[in-house]
T-cell receptor, first 115, second 112 residues
Framework: ETGVTQTPRHLVMGMTNKKSLKCEQHLGHNAMYWYKQSAKKPLELMFVYSLEERVENNSVPSRFSPECPNSSHLFLHLHTLQPEDSALYLC??????????????FGEGSWLTVV | DQQVKQNSPSLSVQEGRISILNCDYTNSMFDYFLWYKKYPAEGPTFLISISSIKDKNEDGRFTVFLNKSAKHLSLHIVPSQPGDSAVYFCAASVGTGNQFYFGTGTSLTVIP
């Protein structure tokens, strides 16, 4: 138990579907992140939120839409995805942003398959 | 452009021996380095970290060494145990930044 919970753990969706990934952190952290892990590639940062405000959007296609209603919850809304979007999506949190010694803690990930 | 590189995709070590996992980086502004361990079907778990003001940090069987001049860090596991078999990622950040940069991981197998 890392203190960061992701649901669902596995998701299969068609290219015309709309679905959402949910993340909740119980660590009292102020920053939350979405990362994507594809096979044989490094973890790719998608979005960063600090105190519910988006501070980073790494050229992610608009078919991925994040939402951070409060500092404990983060969503990733998915719409008209492509098969190449199939990957492990990892949520993470850290106490703050931009501070020395900042450490991020990951959830267990949501495996997404787009068919 | 990948700023953090793990050039060995896999490593096999006998139980009880030392495992050495290596990581190189290109950005001299990085001032904080982390190692994560990942089992299949789980998210990465934070293992150990080191600030750029140090060259060594030890936590039980795990020691991280940092060589700033070579832009190189390594993780030593002594003695290695079968439960250490996992994928290990190194990561780096600039203290004032919003990003952590990850390597592609090294898959460690500890043979009983």
């Amino acid at each position: 138990e890392t203190g960061v919970t992701q649901t669902p753990r596995h998701l299969v969706m068609g290219m015309t579907n709309k679905k959402s990934l949910k993340c909740e952190q119980h660590l009292g952290h102020n920053a939350m992140y979405w990362y994507k892990q594809s096979a044989k590639k490094p973890l790719e940062l998608m979005f960063v939120y600090s105190l519910e405000e988006r501070v980073e959007n790494n050229s992610v296609p608009s078919r991925f839409s994040p939402e951070c209603p409060n500092s404990s919850h983060l969503f990733l809304h998915l719409h008209t995805l492509q098969p190449e979007d199939s990957a492990l999506y990892l949520c993470a949190s850290s106490q703050v942003l931009g501070a020395p010694g900042n450490t991020i803690y990951f959830g267990e990930g949501s495996w997404l398959t787009v068919v | 452009d990948q700023q953090v590189k793990q050039n060995s995709p896999s490593l096999s070590v006998q139980e009880g021996r030392i495992s050495i996992l290596n990581c190189d980086y290109t950005n001299s502004m990085f001032d904080y380095f982390l190692w994560y361990k990942k089992y299949p079907a789980e998210g990465p778990t934070f293992l150990i970290s080191i600030s750029s003001i140090k060259d060594k940090n030890e936590d039980g069987r795990f020691t991280v060494f940092l060589n700033k001049s070579a832009k190189h860090l390594s993780l030593h596991i002594v003695p290695s145990q079968p439960g250490d078999s996992a994928v290990y990622f190194c990561a780096a950040s600039v203290g004032t930044g919003n990003q952590f940069y990850f390597g592609t991981g090294t898959s460690l197998t500890v043979i009983p």
